[in-house]
């Protein structure tokens, strides 16, 4: 999607690192998330805010950490705490109002060297 | 909370046959159910939608429906090509929620 962008697209961390990825959006939507893929499974929620300055744990908000001091952004922080880091991370938006679609970026591919 | 089930997990068939995905939900609370399609290294981009006020929705050779009584909605995919070889995902939604839940993914192969 055009409107949202995720950097970088690939990512290495050494182990015992932290490391944060980039989401930001243009399509001014209120709600903003992160969810993890792992190969052959489906999306896992890991963060999520529907609003600037407030932001709620999804289900595996373990090991990872957030921010949404603007409207247009929402960065992902993978502490060194997250254990099993290697995935597919993908922030997707919505408008907020009610019973809207969510709109995807085309995610960062996070490996452990 | 939500507990969404999506059937099969792959799904092969030959080019201009039907395809169909099902999905089961657990809180008769949900009242939005979208569809994504998710191409490789891409994100899921929404193909078709249906809310909990209508049974049935088409759009060319995409169509959804829904059962609110069984808690359960259907993709149908009529004509396949292979471009529509892809992983298509559900998703539940209850409008008091902020989140979605979605299912595990189903892998559509298209054979020419």
Same mark, same amino acid.
């Given at each position: 999607? &055009?409107?949202?962008?995720?950097?970088?697209?690939?990512?290495?961390?050494?182990?015992?690192?932290?490391?944060?990825?980039?989401?930001? @959006?243009?399509?001014?939507?209120?709600?903003? +998330?992160? +969810?993890?893929?792992?190969? *052959?499974? &489906?999306?896992?929620?890991?963060?999520?805010?529907?609003?600037?300055?407030? $932001?709620?744990?999804?289900?595996? %908000?373990? &090991?990872?950490?957030?921010?949404?001091?603007?409207?247009?952004? $929402?960065?992902?922080?993978? =502490?060194?705490?997250?254990?099993?880091?290697?995935?597919?991370?993908?922030? %997707? =938006?919505?408008? *907020?109002?009610?019973?809207?679609? @969510?709109?995807? &970026?085309? *995610?960062?591919?996070?490996?452990?060297? | 909370?939500?507990?969404?089930?999506?059937?099969?997990?792959?799904?092969?068939? @030959?080019?201009?046959?039907?395809?169909?995905?099902?999905?089961?939900?657990?809180?008769?609370?949900?009242?939005? $159910?979208?569809? +994504?399609?998710?191409?490789? !290294?891409? !994100?899921?981009?929404?193909?078709?939608?249906?809310?909990?006020?209508?049974?049935?929705?088409?759009?060319?050779?995409?169509?959804?429906?829904?059962?609110?009584?069984?808690? #359960? $909605?259907?993709? #149908?995919?009529?004509?396949?090509?292979?471009?529509?070889?892809?992983?298509?995902?559900? %998703?539940?939604?209850?409008?008091? %929620?902020?989140?979605?839940?979605? *299912?595990? !993914?189903?892998?559509?192969?298209?054979?020419?």
């Amino acid at each position: 999607d &055009g409107g949202i962008t995720q950097s970088p697209k690939y990512l290495f961390r050494k182990e015992g690192q932290n490391v944060t990825l980039s989401c930001e @959006q243009n399509l001014n939507h209120d709600a903003m +998330y992160w +969810y993890r893929q792992d190969p *052959g499974q &489906g999306l896992r929620l890991i963060y999520y805010s529907q609003i600037v300055n407030d $932001f709620q744990k999804g289900d595996i %908000a373990e &090991g990872y950490s957030v921010s949404r001091e603007k409207k247009e952004s $929402f960065p992902l922080t993978v =502490t060194s705490a997250q254990k099993n880091p290697t995935a597919f991370y993908l922030c %997707a =938006t919505s408008s *907020g109002t009610l019973n809207q679609p @969510q709109h995807f &970026g085309d *995610g960062t591919r996070l490996s452990i060297l | 909370g939500e507990n969404v089930e999506q059937h099969p997990s792959t799904l092969s068939v @030959q080019e201009g046959d039907s395809a169909v995905i099902k999905c089961t939900y657990s809180d008769s609370a949900s009242n939005y $159910f979208p569809w +994504y399609k998710q191409e490789l !290294g891409k !994100g899921p981009q929404l193909i078709i939608d249906i809310r909990s006020n209508v049974g049935e929705k088409k759009d060319q050779r995409i169509a959804v429906t829904l059962n609110k009584t069984a808690k #359960h $909605f259907s993709l #149908h995919i009529t004509e396949t090509q292979p471009e529509d070889s892809a992983v298509y995902f559900c %998703a539940a939604k209850n409008t008091n %929620a902020g989140k979605s839940t979605f *299912g595990d !993914g189903t892998t559509l192969t298209v054979k020419p």
